[in-house]
């Protein structure tokens, strides 16, 4: 059974920083590229940052500069640092895996807040 949760989300306050984290089991984790979307409320899911399997990272052009993600294939984990936070970085974000082309794997989420 493929597993993808998430954890590490939070309130924070405007100009702060949060690393969330997303354990996966039941994959070949290196074998997968890795993304993080989120989704607001009222607002489409938006792809935040992806990472391929050598480790070729992308980002919304939204936080560029601001988020980092990574991978630690020994931990099956994917992080993603992100600092700066601004209150329209305020969503649910959940983590997905991709084999050949597709999304094929989901997490449920962790909400995080961006709020003074």
């Known amino acids: 059974q493929v597993q993808l949760v998430e954890s590490g989300g939070g309130l924070v306050q405007p100009g702060g920083s949060l690393r969330i984290s997303c354990a996966a089991s039941g994959i070949v984790f290196s074998f997968y590229n890795m993304g993080w979307y989120r989704q607001a409320p009222g607002k489409q899911r938006e792809l935040v940052a992806s990472?391929?399997?050598?480790?070729?990272?992308d980002y919304a052009d939204s936080v560029k500069g601001r988020f980092t993600i990574s991978r630690d294939n020994g931990k099956d984990t994917v992080y993603l640092q992100m600092n700066s936070l601004k209150p329209e970085d305020t969503a649910i974000y959940s983590c997905a895996a991709a084999g050949l082309s597709n999304w094929d794997y989901w997490g449920q989420g962790t909400q995080v807040t961006v709020s003074s």
């Open positions: 990472i391929t399997r050598d480790k070729t990272t």
